[in-house]
T-cell receptor, first 112, second 112 residues
């Protein structure tokens, strides 16, 4: 099993550009989530999904969109990138009933 | 809403010394508690978790943590630090059935 995979590893965007961060898992987990990690702030939940076709907002959803058309994939879209979205983004998944989350390696995004 | 406080954003210990990383949480219901470790430029890896049962939990790499309900604490310890323990450590608590709330992280440095 590859676990949770994320692409790209690094990305530089200009303000106003859009892009999609990809996340996939091969563990047949129903629950998937996106976090951003900023220095001194831990990980903050952006969006999450409890199954295909079901998504919900987390703590910091503004400026981001998600969809979940399959169990395996959970892409994160930045609609119009802003410098405040410079961060490291992690995707995670977990099976039920376990609360243990498995994390991807992260995407380091810089918005100039 | 649940919250997690990690006391000390940076902790430095000598190789062979005791490691103690502090975590306090607020929760209105019995929580599930986790410690994750993040090595440089990597994702998060689960160290240990408390769900129910024995309050002293053993994890990987010689770490353990004790759930103390009366103190709302879940401190992480290791009797003897190793250079390879240098990393950032995150405490996390469940919020409802779907979400995980993270502390701000503690960076552990090991001095030779």
């Amino acid at each position: 099993n590859a676990g949770v995979t994320q692409t790209p590893k690094f990305q530089v965007l200009k303000t106003g550009q859009s892009m999609t961060l990809q996340c996939a898992q091969d563990m047949n987990h129903e629950y998937m989530s996106w976090y951003r990690q900023d220095p001194g702030m831990g990980l903050r939940l952006i969006h999450y999904s409890v199954g295909a076709g079901i998504t919900d907002q987390g703590e910091v959803p503004n400026g981001y969109n998600v969809s979940r058309s399959t169990t395996e994939d959970f892409p994160l879209r930045l609609l119009s990138a802003a410098p405040s979205q410079t961060s490291v983004y992690f995707c995670a998944s977990r099976g039920t009933p376990s609360y243990e989350q498995y994390f991807g390696p992260g995407t380091r995004l810089t918005v100039t | 809403a649940q919250s997690v406080t990690q006391l000390g954003s940076h902790v430095s210990v000598s190789e062979g010394a005791l490691v103690l990383l502090r975590c306090n949480y607020s929760s209105s219901v019995p929580p599930y508690l986790f410690w994750y470790v993040q090595y440089p430029n990597q994702g998060l890896q689960l160290l240990l978790k408390y769900t129910t049962g024995a309050t002293l939990v053993k994890g990987i790499n010689g770490f353990e943590a004790e759930f103390k309900k009366s103190e709302t604490s879940f401190h992480l310890t290791k009797p003897s630090a190793h250079m390879s323990d240098a990393a950032e450590y995150f405490c996390a608590v469940t919020q409802g059935a779907q979400k995980l709330v993270f502390g701000q992280g503690t960076r552990l440095t090991i001095n030779p």
